[in-house]
């Protein structure tokens, strides 16, 4: 008998460590309602905890959702994760075809000249610096419409590559995300802040405490902070980088790039925590800029306490609608 249990035991750990780690099974786990998504109320609270910045995420409303206009207007985005497929897609804009990559990505892709093609560079502030230190190739444009089969299996390996790396975590979240679970780590969040002044490492506290932010953007020692200096002669070569990304895809055939800055979260809400470097401004107001900008500076300055998730370091849906409908007036 015990060497039935002890084999039972070791087949179903292995079958949960399986499905853990494996996107494909973890995806049909979570729609079969046999495990919670653990971004549900937003990527600062998984990472802390703390149940007064819990709130639940929502699917923001589509402008052009089930209506595909005619309009020969193909949308190109290079993008962070604010442009992700889970809050921003094709339904959002007034397009007749649409395409979106990550920046760590490469995406081959035929270019129809018959359309009017736009590629909008989308960036957060956090990673400004990263993205344009180096050439922008992130898209690449091909002749034949063949499959590229090379791009698609080394993508596929380096999927693999991070599952294996993150295959702790990822077992964690497929566990532990029950409302039951996020309950005991809310106890422990709570006890930990109002008796040790602790929490994790990986978030920060507005001064006056009503706002949770990511310790990537306010801790200075990081380049993704904006708190991090940033000399006149490295934004010099940052703005070369953006006018260089422009000529070349222009060169492959694009109309029209744009770059889109999305503030980061602490820029806007929690600015008094250090010395701000005003990337966002010095970028946009640079006098060798070739590259007209989708800007929402302003506007999220202007409504600062509504553009940005409560429990999360992506914006609102008021954020959200903001910028996309900075993006439909460009498309007009």
Not at 27 to 53: H, I, M, P, V
Not at 211 to 238: A, G, M, Q, V, Y
Request: net charge neutral; with cysteine.
């Amino acid at each position: 008998m015990k060497k039935i249990i002890k084999y039972f035991c070791l087949a179903l750990f292995s079958l949960l460590w399986v499905i853990g780690c494996n996107p494909t099974l973890s995806r049909e786990a979570l729609e079969l309602g046999l495990t919670k998504d653990s971004y549900r109320y937003g990527d600062l609270y998984r990472l802390s905890n703390l149940a007064q910045f819990k709130q639940l995420t929502q699917a923001c409303p589509k402008k052009f959702a089930g209506n595909t206009p005619k309009n020969n207007i193909a949308l190109y985005i290079i993008g962070d994760s604010f442009s992700e497929k889970q809050r921003i897609d094709k339904n959002d804009f007034g397009v007749e075809s649409y395409l979106r990559t990550h920046w760590a990505d490469s995406l081959e892709t035929p270019l129809d000249t018959a359309k009017r093609n736009i590629l909008i560079l989308e960036t957060v502030e956090r990673h400004f610096r990263e993205h344009f230190a180096e050439p922008v190739r992130t898209l690449k444009i091909r002749s034949s419409s063949v499959q590229n089969q090379q791009t698609a299996s080394g993508d596929e390996s380096k999927s693999w590559e991070k599952i294996l790396k993150d295959s702790e975590q990822a077992l964690t979240d497929f566990l532990f995300s029950d409302n039951f679970f996020l309950q005991l780590k809310e106890w422990k969040a709570a006890l930990n802040l109002y008796w040790f002044g602790r929490h994790n490492d990986q978030v920060a506290l507005s001064p006056d405490g009503k706002n949770i932010l990511f310790c990537w953007d306010t801790d200075s020692t990081r380049i993704t902070s904006c708190f991090n200096p940033l000399p006149d002669n490295e934004l010099s070569k940052l703005i070369k980088g953006v006018n260089e990304a422009k000529d070349h895809y222009r060169s492959l055939g694009f109309d029209e790039v744009y770059l889109a800055i999305i503030p980061n979260k602490t820029t806007v809400v929690a600015r008094e925590m250090g010395t701000y470097n005003h990337l966002v401004e010095r970028v946009q107001n640079h006098s060798a800029l070739q590259v007209p900008i989708i800007n929402v500076w302003s506007l999220f300055n202007q409504h600062a306490d509504e553009v940005y998730a409560r429990s999360d370091t992506h914006w609102s849906c008021y954020g959200q609608g903001i910028w996309v409908e900075k993006v439909n007036e460009i498309l007009k």
